[in-house]
């Protein structure tokens, strides 16, 4: 199904492909990123100006520009191959108050913009976004809190209910993420309650599942067994996970269990497991499968068909990430599915932790670099045929 590379690429011209080799070449060594990691880092930290450099290179091609006005042409771009647009602020590291209320205030912007362009299927956004990440561990380890951070705890939910309200509203499905597990607890806490509040006859909020994680099977078969018994419809993204590192360093230091499963053989059979289970309770189960594995995507879509669902149905959605898997994403939208790809924005500097993810995603993970630069030479070598 995604070895069409005519398809995967048919939007991107020679130039643009060209680029694509060689950020891929370039981050296809370790040395680099992590060198790379560093400088950048103390380049900030110096206020040494990167924009000039990040913004025509690595940026450009993970991320859809610094503001909303600036990923309209990457959404028109991919509108015009049918695949819808997840505009993620994806600026990191905010403590202050006005910060959060800040990145409140952009995704209701996305939300408001969806309402007159349908190519914005989803809303997205991360906890920690709008409130600090050490109030969070706080709350989740069930410390008692201060008269202040009592407080900021309400503001939090109430931003966090201000959206879902927006998007609901909107009538805009809202992916909340995951995150790291020791905060994970709170976050599941407060969607639930979002999705008991605003998913009366569809899914609107969405939570997050990390399949790398070896209870989520469990967690998965609890939510549908808790939305039953009160009576709402389940959103789920289901990824694989973004923190395997730092989860498995930080439960060696602190001396507890790994949440992560020990290999990666198990977190792609929990992902598929848990495609089935979604697919089986579809009466109140609505899905957005986030992922870059060949083979789930094509067992996701084998089972639609299977099951005789109509593959436009909005209950099922492809997502990959801006840059990365276009043979995937432009080769199932091209076969009917709903596809959509993560589109994140924001200031430069702002976004570079996640660009550092992103280059060291596509470094650790075992053939993910390789398989993008081999799609690409082929479709290069193609079109010179």
Same mark, same amino acid.
């Given at each position: 199904? @995604?070895?069409?590379?005519?398809?995967?690429?048919?939007?991107?011209?020679?130039?643009?492909?060209?680029?694509?080799?060689?950020? @891929?070449?370039?981050?296809?060594? &370790?040395?680099? /990123?992590?060198?790379g990691n560093k400088l950048l880092s103390f380049a900030i930290f110096v206020r040494f100006p990167v924009k000039w450099i990040l913004k025509p290179t690595?940026?450009?091609? @993970?991320?859809?520009?610094?503001?909303?006005?600036?990923?309209?042409?990457?959404?028109?771009?991919?509108?015009?191959?049918?695949?819808?647009?997840i505009l993620d602020y994806s600026a990191e590291g905010n403590q202050k108050e006005s910060d959060f209320d800040f990145v409140m205030n952009e995704i209701l912007q996305v939300i408001e913009i969806s309402k007159i362009n349908t190519f914005i299927p989803f809303a997205v956004f991360k906890v920690t976004g709008v409130a600090r990440f050490e109030l969070l561990e706080k709350v989740n380890s069930k410390m008692e809190l201060t008269a202040e951070e009592k407080i900021e705890y309400n503001k939090l939910y109430g931003r966090v209910d201000t959206i879902c309200k927006a998007a609901f509203q909107a009538e805009l499905p809202i992916l909340i993420d995951a995150e790291e597990s020791w905060i994970q607890d709170v976050i599941d806490k407060m969607t639930i309650e979002m999705m008991q509040k605003y998913n009366h006859t569809k899914a609107i909020v969405y939570n997050t599942l990390q399949l790398y994680r070896h209870d989520r099977i469990a967690f998965l078969n609890n939510s549908i067994e808790h939305a039953k018994e009160k009576q709402?419809?389940?959103?789920l993204k289901l990824v694989r996970g973004a923190y395997i590192e730092k989860e498995r360093e930080r439960a060696l230091v602190k001396g507890y269990l790994s949440p992560v499963h020990i290999n990666k053989e198990s977190t792609d059979k929990d992902y598929d497991k848990a495609i089935e289970i979604c697919l089986t309770h579809s009466d109140i189960v609505s899905i957005c499968a986030g992922s870059h594995n060949e083979n789930s995507n094509a067992l996701l879509a084998?089972?639609? /068909?299977a099951k005789q669902f109509k593959k436009e149905d909005k209950r099922f959605y492809f997502a990959q990430l801006l840059g990365m898997s276009d043979h995937i994403s432009y080769n199932l939208v091209h076969n009917g599915?709903?596809?959509?790809?993560?589109?994140? @924005?924001? &200031? /430069?500097?702002? /976004?570079? &932790?996640?660009?550092i993810r992103r280059a060291q995603e596509n470094t650790s993970i075992s053939g993910q670099t390789g398989r993008e630069l081999k799609l690409i030479k082929y479709e290069l070598k193609r079109r010179n045929h």
């Open positions: 199904m @995604f070895n069409n590379t005519e398809i995967a690429f048919l939007s991107k011209s020679e130039k643009e492909l060209l680029r694509a080799y060689y950020l @891929f070449k370039t981050i296809e060594k &370790p040395w680099i /990123v992590n060198w690595i940026f450009s091609h @993970f991320c859809g520009g610094e503001t909303i006005e600036e990923c309209k042409k990457t959404i028109s771009n991919l509108a015009e191959s049918n695949i819808g647009s709402y419809f389940l959103g084998k089972l639609i /068909v599915y709903n596809v959509a790809k993560y589109v994140p @924005f924001g &200031p /430069v500097k702002s /976004v570079m &932790p996640y660009l």
